[in-house]
């Protein structure tokens, strides 16, 4: 039975060129007469955001505007959270734009699973008209590209360990607690592994569609897989079960040809040892830009199921563009985690102390 309220909740801080777009999808959910707040925390937005909110206000007499003074995405959902009234949480992304039926699709969801929290794949859309933003979309499709998390496969169907951006039962959150503030990124990954200790579910269905806008260039991308490196660090700290190996990979592999440069200055064999890594990578770079062609159906078809006009700009071209993007996926994040590992002493102490944000006002 679905509930009597419906509570949306969307973070934002400077996404004035996002969050038009994503509240017209919000307010077009086929919601079959159900009830529904929607509520906007805006992060002290100083590009536009938060008047381009208030002007959407006058459009959607409904819409609720909070102030975030805390800024980032997990004190503006949380801050959402509280001030809901819903028995379902809907958290959405300011930078992504939903189906009609995703609403619906992800109540569906809830009851048929009896998941606590339930989302479905992160479908990735170009962030600009360039050849490089769009060649950005093709790998983020490629497993080579994230590293096969099932809420980036399109078809994924079944229970997962984390999802992204997550429909919730309010009972779930009551139970697991609320967003970790001190964390700034893979803040999903601890709450959805924190949900699974509480003796909830979480599902993944292929028909709840999110359509996610990538960075448009690579200084733009570099910069958000760094910070997500960071921040799975830091989510280990917090919670050592949250995270998977997988995760881990860029660090693994950054750190071992850091190491293995700096052993080849005086000891030869390990040039040999770093060659040949070097060109593991390099080969499966080539073998995954390769296999971009599949990425690029995918996202002629995304194109055409959106009824764009742009599917011929998607073409084998974009291929060439594949290498420097792959690159600054893995480098960046493998990077931030190095990072993050290595200023652990200034940090992890903090990160480490058991803190709890419970949903007060439940």
């Not at 109540?107 to 998941?115: D, I, K, M, P, V």
């Not at 280990?236 to 040809?257: C, D, E, I, T």
Request: aromatic letters at 10%; a positive charge; proline letters at 6%.
């Amino acid at each position: 039975m679905y509930p009597p309220l419906i509570s949306i909740v969307i973070p934002a801080r400077n996404e004035a060129a996002y969050i038009g777009r994503c509240l017209e999808s919000v307010y077009a959910q086929d919601l079959g007469g159900l009830e529904c707040e929607v509520i906007a925390a805006d992060g002290m937005s100083d590009d536009g955001t938060s008047e381009k909110l208030k002007t959407l206000k006058s459009k959607y007499p409904n819409l609720k505007i909070l102030e975030n003074p805390k800024r980032t995405v997990s004190s503006g959902v949380n801050l959402g959270i509280r001030e809901s009234k819903g028995d379902v949480i809907v958290r959405l992304d300011a930078h992504a734009e939903y189906g009609a039926d995703y609403v619906k699709n992800c109540l569906e969801a809830l009851e048929r699973t009896g998941a606590g929290n339930v989302g479905g794949p992160a479908i990735p859309l170009p962030g600009g008209g360039t050849d490089m933003a769009r060649a950005i979309v093709l790998a983020h499709y490629s497993p080579f590209g994230l590293g096969g998390g099932s809420f980036r496969k399109t078809g994924a169907e079944g229970f997962a360990e984390t999802l992204w951006p997550g429909c919730f039962l309010r009972e779930a959150l009551e139970k697991s607690g609320l967003y970790d503030e001190r964390l700034t990124r893979t803040e999903d990954i601890e709450l959805n592994a924190r949900i699974r200790k509480a003796g909830y579910r979480v599902y993944l269905s292929s028909r709840i569609r999110a359509f996610y806008y990538c960075r448009p260039n690579l200084k733009e991308l570099w910069r958000q897989r760094w910070l997500d490196g960071i921040g799975v660090v830091q989510t280990l700290a917090v919670n050592p079960g949250a995270p998977r190996p997988r995760h881990f990979v860029p660090l693994a592999f950054v750190s071992s040809m850091i190491l293995l440069a700096a052993l080849s200055i005086p000891l030869t064999p390990f040039r040999w040892m770093l060659a040949a890594e070097a060109g593991l990578y390099l080969g499966a770079m080539a073998w995954f830009t390769l296999g971009g062609l599949t990425s690029l159906r995918a996202a002629r078809e995304r194109e055409r199921e959106r009824g764009g006009a742009d599917v011929k700009t998607w073409n084998p071209g974009l291929l060439r563009l594949l290498p420097p993007a792959f690159a600054a996926l893995h480098f960046s994040y493998g990077l931030g985690s190095l990072w993050a590992v290595l200023s652990a002493p200034a940090w992890w102490a903090r990160f480490r102390k058991p803190m709890s944000f419970e949903l007060e006002n439940a």
